[in-house]
């Protein structure tokens, strides 16, 4: 084996001391939680740790193509970003079955946005399977949708569907909290 070239240098050697990089908390920056679709049900935990949440529709009109929704829907996420600041991450509802084979392939579209833009910009990225999400706000993994929308005005929250009851469900369910810190209220 060849003798070490690098030698440690002196106690005594000259030079500014090596200081350690501050260390990066990850606990408070924001949480964005999604429940993709046309209608996409979305829920966010500010670094404040507050809660907003609502929903946006993504439905193309008739003069549009197909794929004008997946441009506004990256769009909007881009402009998420630019309003919020840096994410800790994306959690979103990770369907397995469709009603349909247009569904599955929506669903499919959103996801592509979604994990490239979340690979773009460095945010980790995770899908929680709907019945977790469901078990988790009512103790049924199979709960339907006034279910759904009831648990979550139990924990304080009003939402205006499913779809942001979806959200707001996968965002205490991501980030570990039970009730509304300080839910803010809708967008």
């Known amino acids: 084996m060849?003798?070490?070239t690098l030698t440690?240098?002196?106690?005594?050697?000259?030079?500014?001391?090596?200081?350690l990089p501050p260390a990066i908390s990850l606990a408070?920056?924001?949480v964005l939680a999604l429940d993709l679709g046309t209608t996409t049900g979305w829920a966010i935990r500010l670094e404040s740790q507050r809660i907003v949440s609502g929903t946006m529709t993504f439905k193309p009109n008739r003069f549009e193509g197909g794929g004008m929704r997946y441009l506004r829907f990256h769009g909007w996420l881009r402009e998420l970003k630019r309003g919020v600041g840096e994410l800790e991450r994306v959690v979103?509802?990770?369907?397995?079955?469709?009603?349909?084979?247009?569904?599955?392939?929506?669903y499919g579209g959103w996801?592509?946005?979604?994990?490239?833009?979340?690979?773009?910009?460095?945010v980790p990225y995770q899908g929680v399977?709907?019945?977790?999400?469901?078990?988790?706000a009512t103790?049924?993994?199979?709960?339907?949708?006034?279910?759904?929308?009831?648990?979550?005005?139990?924990?304080g929250f009003l939402p205006a569907d499913d779809n942001e009851a979806d959200a707001i469900a996968l965002l205490l369910w991501a980030t570990g909290a039970e009730h509304a810190p300080d839910r803010g209220g809708r967008a």
Not at 8 to 19: L, R, V
Not at 92 to 106: I, L, N, W
Not at 129 to 136: E, L, M, Y
């Open 2 to 4: 060849a003798p070490a």
């Open 8 to 19: 440690m240098p002196a106690a005594h050697a000259s030079g500014p001391p090596i200081a």
């Open 28 to 30: 408070h920056h924001a």
């Open 92 to 106: 979103f509802e990770e369907v397995r079955s469709h009603a349909g084979t247009d569904a599955a392939h929506s």
């Open 111 to 122: 996801l592509a946005i979604l994990s490239a833009w979340c690979e773009q910009n460095g």
């Open 129 to 136: 399977p709907v019945g977790t999400i469901k078990a988790f």
């Open 139 to 155: 103790g049924k993994g199979n709960a339907n949708k006034a279910a759904m929308i009831a648990a979550i005005e139990a924990r």
